[in-house]
């Protein structure tokens, strides 16, 4: 598909805080700038507590919602406190995204050394939905997207790409 032009997908922003709302949640807001500049659509976009079973219940929602084909999450998955995304998110995955943690590791490596290492970022496709949970960082949500997630969620992108995946996963099953 390298001279079609980029197929949009419809993505879902979750941020998982206990003291972040619409007004403070640049993390979410950074994605939802960048996903829509790139030419996708926003799905849908929530706030929730760091919670495993809320976390989950939203996720669960949008796996099960044919109109929603990639889930960015952003929070909850370092090692303080009540951070919980990437034991909520993991029971839910079909397949794991292993080279998705790694690389962004080293992206982030660059920016923040040896930190990165308390990065439990992950990723994996749930139901032909793919899921990427990223830090909650701004910062970490743009080294994610400008890093791997634009070329990756990209239809044009080669060799290959989770966008054609999804596309192609999607037509085989929603007939």
Request: aromatic fraction near 6%; charge should be negative.
């Amino acid at each position: 598909m390298s001279h079609d032009a980029m197929i949009g997908l419809k993505i879902a922003v979750l941020t998982v805080s206990d003291s972040r709302d619409e007004a403070t949640d640049r993390s979410g807001q950074a994605l939802v700038q960048r996903l829509e500049d790139a030419g996708h659509q926003l799905a849908d976009k929530q706030i929730v507590i760091d919670d495993i079973y809320r976390i989950r219940a939203v996720l669960s929602q949008w796996i099960a919602d044919p109109e929603v084909q990639v889930v960015l999450t952003t929070g909850g998955t370092g090692f303080t406190g009540r951070d919980s995304t990437p034991e909520a998110v993991s029971v839910l995955l079909d397949k794991r995204i292993e080279g998705f943690g790694e690389l962004f590791r080293q992206l982030s490596w660059q920016e923040i050394g040896s930190s990165t290492v308390q990065s439990r970022c992950l990723g994996g496709m749930a139901n032909r939905t793919v899921i990427f949970c990223l830090p909650g960082s701004t910062g970490a949500c743009r080294t994610a997207w400008d890093g791997i997630l634009a070329e990756q969620l990209d239809s044009r992108h080669k060799p290959c790409n989770f966008a054609n995946l999804v596309i192609a996963e999607r037509g085989q099953h929603d007939h």
